[in-house]
């Protein structure tokens, strides 16, 4: 049997139905990824032994099937999030061998679901970056086609489930780390609400922006993960104690009728300069939202213009923050034979920093220092206050706000790497959903004529991930099946 | 473009060791970025008030209590270098 392209539900009901177990589809996907990844490389560590015998002992547990909502689903996990007994290295040099003590609150929710720990997977070094090019280790390829990239930060749990090798995988989206992946591979992927899940276990880049979430290849998978890994776990203090929706329960024939007469906010002036086959397939998506009932509306974001430069100071004024505690000390690299303990400090920060991260952790460091903190970091946050005041308006008129994911489909890797501020603007229209705190999900609407991949981005309002799930199952019911998808291929995982 | 003791002064600050050959790639980089940021200036942000993204119902004091570690070996595993249960460090005073 083909394991690789079934969805968590297709697997759920197979279980159910006992026609294959947790341990013949974790085999099935180590065997494929242990074939095929060497080309794709979404992976950083697989360890066959832990997933099987996890497999083997849900299997023990299978009376329990109907209570465990991810009963033997096999999730890849990004190496910026810890999980005890696996490397957590954040594609870092300066974590190279670090082994997580503990487990993130967002994974020990989804174990608790049961599912099965398949992997970690690649992505920029620390997140830093929009194509996986950033790695420390290598860059990931896109399973659509390898001359490309495939997105990032997460882009090695893009790449995976895209590629078959996993149903699902967790990724970590600070500026559009999870949704421009899963448009730039075809997926479906979801930032949630900040404070919507746990970042307990997360390994810390921008602290006022960072949400996990996941990506699957179908709305419906997206929403089971959610709302298992959703929800306040004690560890926290930025998590919302409100209950965690069942956001499946509402994924069927009455979302439809939710859906008729919701009205969907568009920022036409925000779509200049967008790749026009992208600006063409997004406008289709829109016409079949329209087929469903939605209702356009023309919304003003003035200020989204200002995200880039915006995002970048207090992305990199808290990483620069957050990284400090990589000191060469408790963890981590440490240079050989430092002379005091400044040197120390220096030379194993230096040394076990990629270019990018380094880069991000000066301009950090910059708009932090005296003098410039106001000019910068304060100005900054009085700008995303204004970005936040767009949307509330926005919302004023609308149910939902949609955007194609990505200006372009993916590009070639190493394409964009000498230029950093032509890479950024790849996350333009992703940006603003983290700056404001808003929800964000990535939906596939169709290729391009090099077949690669568009993705259309619905944002909704604090916490109602509930609507953006129902617009986004309609959708995608709508538009029926991918064509060319990789992982429905007879060469899953080769790709094109 | 940053002056080469400004990206010096930067890298002292943020414990950064750089390379000849960084220095002038950072000034460079630095320079352009800072310059990109820019027109945040342009904006009047003066009776305006800075974000707020954490949920209302998020943050609640509790009792202050040490939660300890279970076990402490475990994480010297992952040290650089390690001494009777301590983490061992250059010497730091004469």
Known sequence: MDFNRLEILDLLEGYQRKEFSPSEVAQSLLTSIEKKDGEIRSFLQVRPDVTLDAARAIEKRSSEIQKLPLYGVPIAIKDNILVTGWQATAASKILKNYVAPFTAMCVERLESAGALILGKTNLDEFAMGSSTENSGVAPTRNPWKTDRVPGGSSGGSAAAVAAGFAPASLGTDTGGSIRQPASLCGLVGVKPTYGRVSRFGLIAFASSLDQAGPLTRSVWDAARVLECMAGYGGKDATVSRSVVPKYTENLNESAFGTVRNLRVGICTSWLEGVDPEVRTAFEAAVEKLKELGMRPVEVELPNVKYALSTYYLVATSEASSNLARFDGVHYGYRTPNPKDLDDLYCRSRGEGFGPEVKLRIMLGTYALSAGYYDAYYGKANQVRRLIQQDFEAAFEKCDVIASPTSPTTAFKIGEKVSDPLTMYLSDIFTLPANLAGIPGISVPVGVDSAKLPIGMQLMGRHFDESTLFQVAYCYERRRGALANAPWRGSKSGAGA | ?94
Do not use: H
């Open chain 2, 1 to 94: 473009m940053l002056s080469r003791d400004e990206v010096l002064k930067i890298a002292r600050l943020a414990k950064l060791s750089l390379t000849e050959k960084e220095i002038e790639f950072y000034q460079q980089r630095l320079g352009r970025i800072l310059t990109y940021v820019e027109e945040l200036n342009a904006l009047a942000t003066a009776d305006t008030s800075v974000v707020r993204t954490i949920p209302k119902d998020a943050v609640a004091f509790r009792e202050d209590r040490p939660i300890p570690f279970g076990d402490v070996r475990e994480l010297l595993k992952n040290a650089p270098a390690s001494e009777a249960d301590s983490f061992l460090l250059p010497q730091v005073m004469e």
